[in-house]
């Protein structure tokens, strides 16, 4: 297939979110830093390596065939199952739950890894089945094999991102040409799946009960401790930005906000830069989107192209919107990092790769009036 460069856009679009997101660090987890017995350079430091490394994966998939990758999504399906049955029995403990596997000085997050291997396998699935793909035997069933048992697993810990996976599947599997009916009974399913997982856990529980009070009532209760706490900060931070922001680096809320540097980010992004840093923010991940999906694939060459592109795209802009809904109390706690801005090596690393798969698509995109290749 002819090849012409990657999509410039997409990736100016991803150094812009990097810089937001080194920025935004070092305002951030100076507070983390001093209870940790280190330095908020230092932290920085290693996150800028880490973003580093995630930008030389995302150029290095960038070059390499998206058909190629596709070749081990099963071998890579089988390797997530791995690390995800062990990290529920030797993971570290992050937040409350296992949710990170150390090797040494080296740790990650399994979940991340079986997210970017279930949306390739998914994609190779769809694509392999597009003769046949009305059937529930043959298609549905098989692709829903992989789906339930990949979110099952995530979802024992980490209700939030398995819930985001299987949402982004979804959506795949209706571009794909699965059956209406059978994506409707899968959706059914998975509102009844995930209401047991939330009334199995007083955590889950907490979090909705919070969520409902503080659009309710904010006087409430449940907004003056555990998670009401930090939706509550994270109001405030947004606050106090008012238009144009504080100022880099003058946050307060960041010492009262928990995790400030990962899950509650954008909180410090509206407190430092106002709306307007905020909103900078967002159109970036809007552009994403849309480069992604309706220039990217909807360009795609082939099937397996369009859903690897639409897949990826979802990966990464879905994280960054739901983290925002977050901070701005329109979606309740979720604990899932925004992509590029995030502090976190695991998060950074895989967002680099979808990215990657994304700019490497780009390069075979065709004219879809025409069907031929453009350059």
């Known amino acids: 297939m002819p090849k012409r460069g990657s999509d410039q856009i997409l990736l100016l679009s991803v150094i812009l979110l990097m810089v937001?997101?080194?920025?935004?660090?070092?305002?951030?987890?100076?507070?983390?830093?001093q209870s940790h017995g280190t330095t908020a350079a230092r932290l920085v430091s290693a996150h800028i390596i880490k973003m580093g490394i995630a930008f030389l994966v995302m150029v290095f998939v960038s070059r390499i065939n998206y058909t190629v990758l596709a070749r081990f999504s099963r071998l890579l399906m089988?390797?997530?199952?791995?690390?995800l049955v062990a990290v529920l029995i030797y993971g570290d403990f992050v937040f409350g739950a296992r949710r990170s596997l150390s090797v040494g000085s080296f740790?990650?997050?399994?979940?991340?890894?079986?997210?970017?291997?279930?949306?390739l396998h998914?994609?190779?699935?769809?694509?392999?089945?597009?003769?046949?793909?009305?059937?529930?035997?043959?298609?549905?069933?098989?692709?829903?094999?992989?789906?339930?048992?990949?979110c099952g697993l995530i979802a024992i810990e980490d209700f939030s991102s398995a819930a985001l996976l299987m949402s982004i599947t979804v959506l795949m599997m209706f571009v794909g040409r699965i059956s209406a009916p059978q994506l409707f009974g899968l959706i059914l399913i998975g509102l009844v799946g995930g209401t047991a997982f939330v009334y199995t856990s007083a955590e889950r529980q907490s979090r909705i009960t919070q969520y409902a009070a503080q659009i309710?009532?904010?006087?409430?209760?449940?907004?003056?401790?555990?998670?009401?706490?930090?939706?509550?900060?994270?109001h405030i931070a947004i606050a106090q930005g008012k238009f144009f922001g504080v100022g880099i680096g003058k946050s307060?809320?960041?010492?009262?906000?928990?995790?400030?540097?990962?899950?509650?980010?954008?909180?410090?992004?509206?407190?430092?830069?106002?709306?307007?840093?905020?909103?900078?923010?967002?159109?970036?991940?809007?552009?994403?989107?849309?480069?992604?999906?309706?220039?990217?694939?909807?360009?795609?060459?082939?099937?397996?192209?369009?859903?690897?592109?639409?897949?990826?795209?979802?990966?990464?802009?879905?994280?960054?919107?739901?983290?925002?809904?977050?901070?701005?109390?329109?979606?309740?706690?979720?604990?899932?990092?925004?992509?590029?801005?995030?502090?976190?090596?695991?998060?950074?690393?895989f967002a680099g790769l979808m990215m990657g798969i994304l700019l490497n698509i780009s390069r075979y995109n065709i004219n879809p009036e025409t069907r031929f290749y453009n350059g």
């Open 20 to 33: 937001f997101g080194t920025l935004a660090v070092f305002s951030s987890i100076a507070f983390f830093a």
């Open 107 to 119: 740790s990650f997050q399994p979940a991340s890894f079986a997210a970017v291997a279930l949306i």
């Open 216 to 234: 309710t009532e904010i006087n409430n209760r449940h907004f003056e401790s555990g998670n009401g706490y930090q939706a509550q900060q994270a």
């Open 252 to 349: 307060t809320q960041r010492d009262f906000l928990p995790a400030p540097y990962n899950d509650f980010i954008f909180a410090i992004i509206a407190e430092e830069y106002g709306i307007a840093g905020s909103f900078m923010v967002i159109f970036l991940f809007t552009i994403i989107l849309i480069r992604g999906i309706a220039g990217i694939a909807r360009r795609a060459p082939d099937v397996l192209a369009t859903l690897m592109a639409l897949g990826a795209t979802l990966m990464i802009t879905m994280y960054g919107f739901v983290n925002a809904a977050v901070a701005t109390g329109l979606f309740p706690v979720t604990g899932l990092p925004m992509p590029f801005i995030s502090y976190g090596g695991t998060s950074m690393l």
């Open 78 to 83: 089988l390797l997530s199952w791995i690390l």
């Open 122 to 150: 998914v994609s190779v699935l769809l694509h392999e089945k597009q003769d046949y793909i009305k059937s529930f035997k043959r298609a549905f069933l098989p692709i829903m094999f992989w789906i339930t048992i990949t």
